[in-house]
């Protein structure tokens, strides 16, 4: 294993964020995770790992003497992920009814992990840190060590002092070449001192985005569900011998009852089943009230018992999400939201994907076009897990469906770790491209003086066009964080200087060139 660049992965489950340092020459030389199953996939795919699995809080010392011991060094990364259960919208939803229930204490201990991975980056100084969670990591409160409640942002800061720069920010994955929607809080510190001149003058570590809904001249437009999986895949179904691809092992599915299949049968391309018309060909009718949420005393999203399950013009039974209540025998609707049981979009991202995602009833997930969800390899495409090498076996043998499905929904997906190393990487080496750079852009700066000048006489009036639009594009591309240096800024002062009149007559601007001028 090259040990130039070292990380630890504090957190790891099966190793999938680590794809991303892997594939940037960024090797994790230590690993540490709780679950033994997870562990033991990361060390089938990473065998010369020293990877530690229990509990953080009783591993820490062991880390910590260990890379010391072996390395003596400071580790280039710590890339950090923290459980996010207590953290999400999902998991702070059950949280607080099981709080209200007195069922559990108010505050997930969880989240307070991120004590322990505080203290172990204090211990071992690594030149960047990465922490990786939920957007709603930067409103979650913790006790600290003092039993005092604090925000958690708040006390990554007041612990890393002034060591570190970096602030944390929310993404969302699409915005990077990832086909699903997926918004994550990225905290990226960094002690070297190319990091904090860069900090300095860009406020952030993230790199520009590769994506936008539409694109623009600076993006492409997002990578779409028919674009990732809509290929030279097999066509499957919910049902047995239809559910399988027998070339591919990840590409299959879970069966779906007969009831099941009937529902989303009649489920339209982005609608969701609850709000399925009538079947009847006699009838067909098109407007029974459609399925939607109410909301309690308290605010609080709840499932709504009034929609219709028959057809309200011939009566006949809706292909609508329902069950028969054991005690009385009537059929009512089931009890959820209307993103259940609802076909996603072809020419739209996927929505995140969760461990939930071979469910029907998950939120968004079922295929737009085939009655079934997503296929485990759907779910590794749309997560860019098979853009890198990658393997779901121990021993020789493929994992259950329920670790691949947890180890894909509960991880980053590895191309936002990627991009974000080669920005790290850039920056690190930015002692001699800065240079080059800055002198494209005070090549720019120059042209754009010169075009000045030459407006004001109408013999040079087409050819200063010529030079605008090149000196526009040179300025574009000029990486943000050399605008400040010195020669960019003498530049600067000489562009705005009023040019001579002597001999030459004063034409008027238009907009396009006092946009540039």
């Given at each position: 294993?090259?040990?130039k660049?070292?990380?630890?992965?504090?957190?790891?489950?099966?190793?999938?964020g680590?794809?991303?340092?892997?594939?940037?020459?960024?090797?994790?030389?230590?690993?540490?995770?709780?679950?033994?199953?997870?562990?033991k996939?990361?060390?089938?795919?990473?065998p010369d790992?020293?990877c530690?699995?229990?509990?953080i809080?009783?591993?820490?010392?062991?880390i910590v003497?260990?890379?010391?011991?072996?390395?003596?060094?400071?580790?280039?990364?710590?890339?950090?992920?923290?459980?996010?259960?207590?953290?999400s919208?999902?998991?702070?939803?059950?949280?607080?009814?099981?709080?209200?229930?007195?069922?559990?204490?108010?505050?997930?201990?969880?989240?307070?992990?991120i004590?322990?991975?505080?203290?172990i980056?204090?211990?071992?100084?690594?030149?960047?840190?990465?922490?990786?969670n939920?957007?709603?990591?930067?409103?979650?409160?913790?006790?600290?060590?003092?039993?005092?409640?604090?925000?958690?942002?708040?006390?990554?800061?007041r612990e890393?002092?002034?060591d570190y720069?970096?602030?944390?920010?929310?993404?969302d994955?699409?915005?990077?070449?990832?086909?699903?929607?997926?918004?994550?809080?990225l905290?990226?510190?960094?002690?070297?001192?190319?990091?904090?001149?860069?900090?300095?003058?860009?406020?952030?570590?993230?790199?520009?985005r590769?994506?936008?809904?539409?694109?623009?001249?600076?993006?492409?437009?997002?990578?779409?569900?028919?674009?990732?999986?809509?290929?030279?895949?097999?066509?499957?179904r919910a049902?047995?011998?239809?559910?399988?691809?027998?070339?591919?092992?990840?590409?299959?599915?879970?069966?779906?009852?007969e009831?099941?299949?009937?529902?989303?049968?009649?489920?339209?391309?982005g609608a969701?089943?609850?709000?399925?018309?009538?079947?009847?060909?006699?009838?067909?009718?098109?407007?029974?009230t459609?399925?939607?949420?109410?909301?309690?005393?308290?605010?609080?999203?709840?499932?709504?018992?009034?929609?219709?399950?028959?057809?309200?013009?011939?009566?006949?039974?809706?292909?609508?999400?329902c069950?028969?209540?054991?005690?009385?025998?009537?059929?009512?609707?089931m009890?959820?939201?209307v993103?259940?049981y609802?076909?996603?979009?072809?020419?739209e991202?996927?929505?995140?994907?969760?461990?939930?995602f071979q469910?029907?009833c998950?939120?968004?997930?079922?295929?737009?076009?085939q009655?079934?969800?997503?296929?485990l390899?759907?779910a590794?495409?749309?997560?860019?897990?098979?853009d890198?090498p990658?393997?779901?076996?121990?021993?020789?043998?493929?994992?259950?469906?329920?670790?691949?499905?947890?180890?894909?929904?509960?991880?980053?997906?590895?191309?936002i770790?990627?991009?974000?190393?080669k920005?790290?990487l850039?920056?690190?080496?930015?002692?001699?491209?800065?240079?080059?750079?800055?002198?494209?852009?005070?090549?720019?700066?120059?042209?754009?003086?010169a075009?000045s000048?030459?407006t004001?006489?109408?013999?040079?009036?087409?050819?200063?066009?010529?030079v605008?639009?090149?000196?526009?594009?040179?300025m574009?591309?000029?990486?943000?964080?050399?605008?400040?240096?010195?020669?960019?800024?003498?530049?600067e002062?000489?562009?705005?200087?009023?040019?001579?009149?002597?001999?030459c007559?004063?034409?008027?601007?238009?907009?396009?060139?006092?946009?540039?001028?």
């Open positions: 294993m090259d040990t660049y070292k990380a630890i992965s504090l957190f790891s489950s099966s190793g999938i680590d794809l991303g340092l892997h594939v940037n020459g960024i090797n994790t030389v230590v690993a540490c995770e709780l679950l033994e199953e997870r562990m996939l990361f060390q089938n795919n990473n790992t020293k530690f699995c229990g509990d809080w009783t591993l820490e010392d062991e003497n260990y890379y010391k011991e072996k390395y003596g060094d400071s580790p280039f990364i710590i890339l950090a992920t923290p459980p996010c259960q207590g953290m919208p999902n998991g702070m939803g059950k949280m607080l009814s099981d709080y209200r229930k007195g069922l559990r204490p108010k505050y997930d201990e969880r989240n307070r992990l004590i322990p991975a505080i203290r980056i204090k211990r071992l100084q690594p030149q960047w840190v990465i922490f990786e939920v957007s709603n990591m930067g409103n979650t409160l913790i006790y600290d060590e003092n039993d005092e409640l604090v925000n958690i942002i708040e006390y990554i800061h890393l002092g002034t720069v970096g602030e944390p920010k929310v993404i994955c699409a915005d990077y070449g990832v086909p699903q929607h997926r918004i994550r809080l905290t990226v510190l960094s002690r070297t001192k190319q990091g904090k001149e860069y900090f300095r003058k860009n406020e952030t570590f993230l790199p520009q590769t994506h936008s809904q539409d694109g623009d001249m600076f993006t492409k437009p997002w990578i779409t569900l028919r674009e990732a999986i809509c290929g030279d895949l097999q066509a499957l049902e047995k011998g239809q559910n399988v691809d027998k070339k591919n092992s990840l590409h299959k599915v879970p069966l779906l009852d009831k099941k299949l009937w529902w989303l049968d009649n489920t339209p391309e969701t089943a609850f709000n399925n018309q009538c079947v009847n060909p006699l009838c067909g009718y098109q407007g029974n459609l399925h939607g949420a109410k909301h309690n005393e308290e605010g609080i999203n709840k499932f709504n018992e009034d929609t219709p399950l028959h057809c309200e013009k011939c009566g006949q039974l809706l292909p609508r999400p069950v028969i209540e054991k005690g009385t025998g009537e059929r009512r609707i009890k959820g939201f993103s259940a609802k076909r996603m979009r072809w020419d991202p996927a929505s995140t994907i969760t461990q939930n469910y029907a998950s939120d968004n997930k079922v295929h737009p076009t009655t079934r969800v997503l296929s390899w759907e590794m495409i749309l997560h860019t897990i098979a890198y990658y393997s779901f076996e121990i021993n020789n043998k493929q994992v259950n469906d329920g670790l691949i499905r947890d180890t894909i929904g509960e991880r980053v997906p590895p191309k770790i990627d991009l974000l190393c920005n790290i850039e920056i690190k080496k930015s002692k001699g491209p800065i240079a080059a750079i800055e002198i494209i852009a005070v090549m720019g700066l120059f042209i754009k003086a075009y000048y030459l004001l006489c109408p013999i040079h009036f087409f050819f200063a066009k010529a605008m639009y090149f000196s526009s594009l040179i574009v591309i000029q990486p943000a964080h050399i605008l400040e240096t010195p020669a960019l800024v003498i530049m002062t000489l562009v705005v200087l009023p040019p001579p009149s002597v001999g007559t004063i034409l008027p601007q238009s907009s396009v060139t006092k946009s540039f001028l």
